[in-house]
């Protein structure tokens, strides 16, 4: 039987660079989800001049392949240009790990989703998004299946902890089935500020605790 993994795969999944968390980043993102048994964390720092990523850092919760790539990742994107990494695509980074099984595929897809998805939040928060769509209430729930409800492992809308999303000139409204007092009542509310927060059009997020 042949083994599914190259030596790159093995040798970034013993050995992953830019592995952590980058303190006060200026942009970061968490794609996937641990029920699926995948997910990765990507924070990154830019230089507001150049725009080039300085130093970026991931997490992963998964997979050789998920480790594996969330490190080729960050190798290929540190010192390119926002705009450069954002066209790093899921088989650049297959190709520079020597290939990967087909069934692990979606692990590159994943890596470069948390990359594009740290890019996407630091622009958002220096106002430097060009095509700015009005923020829906579907565009609020999508941004909320991406914080977790700790006690599940599994994000609030699928846990059914988001009961309203309202938008009234530009606030934003948010109602969740969990006491004010919860443990991470705060943590969460500042996970669903930080995902929304900044939208070019949003100007406030309220959340409330219904319990």
Same mark, same amino acid.
């Given at each position: ?21 980058? &303190?006060?980043?200026?942009? @970061?993102?968490? !794609?996937? +989800?641990? %029920?699926? $048994? ?45 705009? &450069?990494?954002?066209?790093? @695509?899921?088989? !650049?980074? +297959?190709? %520079?790990? $020597? ?113």
């Amino acid at each position: 039987m042949t083994f599914p993994y190259s030596d790159k795969v093995l040798e970034h999944f013993k050995n992953p660079r830019n592995v952590g968390k980058i &303190e006060d980043p200026d942009g @970061n993102a968490m !794609e996937g +989800s641990p %029920a699926c $048994g995948d997910m990765v964390g990507v924070t990154i720092k830019v230089d507001p001049d150049t725009k080039r990523i300085t130093d970026i850092k991931f997490e992963s919760y998964g997979c050789a392949s998920n480790i594996a790539t969330g490190s080729i990742i960050t190798e290929l994107a540190k010192g390119k240009t926002i705009d &450069e990494a954002k066209k790093i @695509n899921w088989k !650049e980074a +297959s190709d %520079a790990l $020597g290939g990967l099984p087909p069934i692990k595929t979606h692990c590159s897809v994943l890596a470069v989703e948390g990359l594009r998805s740290a890019i996407q939040n630091y622009e958002e928060r220096h106002g430097l998004v060009t095509e700015q769509k009005p923020t829906t209430v579907e565009i609020i729930r999508k941004r909320l299946k991406k914080v977790m409800n700790p006690l599940s492992g599994l994000d609030l809308v699928r846990t059914e902890l988001i009961k309203d999303i309202a938008i009234d000139k530009g606030v934003v409204r948010i109602k969740v089935d969990l006491p004010s007092n919860h443990q991470f009542a705060n943590n969460i509310r500042e996970e669903i500020g930080d995902k929304i927060e900044h939208l070019w059009d949003v100007e406030a997020v309220e959340v409330e605790f219904l319990k």
